[in-house]
């Protein structure tokens, strides 16, 4: 039975914020809040630790894009299935965690 409760401020905006989330996926900001802190003490992880990740690996694709677009613009026969497939895993991956904060 849940008998204690935590009190927090929030501006007006935070305030409306947290009530449109709640209303748009149906769900009490109560139980909405209980869950994002829990997740958090249980040590999920912070949206910025994920968009963080995502940067370096969408950044190291682009520098293997990059030495791609050289060496064909050289001349040179280049391989691109295994980037390709890179990119499709890395979009996934950014659906799959961007899924997670909506």
Not at 17 to 24: L, N, P, Q, S, V
């Amino acid at each position: 039975m849940m008998e204690k409760m935590i009190h927090i401020r929030v501006s007006d905006k935070e305030h409306k914020d947290i009530h449109d989330f709640a209303k748009r996926k149906k769900i009490k900001v109560s139980g909405f809040a209980r869950a994002v802190l829990l997740n958090e003490k249980a040590g999920g992880s912070l949206i910025s630790d994920e968009l963080l990740l995502l940067r370096r690996e969408l950044s190291a694709i682009g520098n293997n894009l990059n030495q791609i677009a050289k060496r064909s613009n050289s001349g040179e026969s280049v391989e691109i299935s295994g980037i390709l497939k890179t990119i499709s895993d890395t979009q996934n991956n950014i659906n799959k965690k961007l899924r997670l904060f909506r």
